[in-house]
């Protein structure tokens, strides 16, 4: 068992353990990591825990130290300066005529790169349009293509439930979803009611999958499932979520 700290960084809900290094971290906190990007701010969503060695990334990494007034203007500082980037790259890509679309700008905590999130249908030749970003903003520049699910889970939005998208609220990591979730459930087919706004199939198809796929089974086998198992299922995946 290690004791560690969860922290969380911009566009990601995903928590990424590091050690506390002694100290005591209260969630909510706003501290300074060590990443494999360098040095960036987050913060924390699970104070000191103990967690068993095998569900880590060795070697852990340690708290650099807690974020200070002078740290948090900085990022502000930094998402004023995104913006107006934001702005010069989509005047450069109408330029050089690029098929993508720029979704997000985004500068490391130490503004040692800046790391540009675009869409396309296929691959794209920007070689042009970076040499013409770094002229300008005289630093590193990353363009990072990204998928339709990442999008939409970088802009945000309200999915059809009438709640804030799974992607941007709770959502770690995607997982697959295929269409036989959809048909074990009884659902319409129809893909403009079964697809979330980035037109994939629902992130909220996996939840319940687990409790039809043994009532699949249970039937098959001719034995009677457990009563209600979906309907548990389903009520434990959102009792998580107001956790969150």
């Given at each position: 068992m290690s004791e560690v700290i969860g922290v969380r960084f911009k566009s990601s809900c995903k928590t990424y353990y590091f050690d506390p290094d002694g100290q005591k971290i209260a969630p909510h906190t706003h501290v300074i990591v060590e990443t494999v990007r360098g040095v960036e701010f987050g913060k924390t969503v699970i104070g000191n825990r103990q967690i068993p060695d095998e569900q880590l990334v060795s070697p852990l990494k340690k708290l650099v130290r807690l974020a200070t007034q002078e740290d948090v203007d900085k990022i502000e500082q930094n998402r004023v300066k995104e913006e107006e980037a934001k702005k010069i790259c989509i005047q450069k890509i109408a330029e050089h005529e690029l098929p993508m679309k720029l979704v997000d700008?985004?500068?490391?905590?130490?503004?040692?790169?800046?790391?540009?999130?675009?869409?396309a249908d296929g691959r794209v030749d920007?070689?042009?349009?970076?040499?013409?970003?770094a002229a300008i903003f005289r630093t590193r520049i990353e363009l990072r293509q990204i998928g339709v699910r990442d999008e939409a889970k970088m802009l945000g939005g309200i999915g059809s439930c009438g709640r804030e998208l799974c992607c941007v609220s709770f959502l770690g990591d995607f997982e697959p979803v295929s269409i036989r979730m959809a048909k074990d459930q009884n659902l319409s087919l129809n893909p403009t009611k079964i697809s979330g706004i980035c037109g994939r199939l629902m992130c909220c198809l996996k939840y319940e999958s687990d409790g039809y796929e043994t009532k699949r089974k249970a039937d098959k086998?001719?034995?009677?499932?457990s009563p209600n198992r979906a309907e548990q299922t389903f009520?434990?995946?959102?009792?998580?979520?107001?956790?969150e």
């Open positions: 700008v985004e500068y490391t905590f130490d503004s040692s790169k800046i790391v540009f999130y675009f869409t920007f070689r042009e349009l970076v040499k013409d970003l086998a001719g034995k009677k499932p009520s434990a995946t959102f009792q998580e979520i107001e956790k």
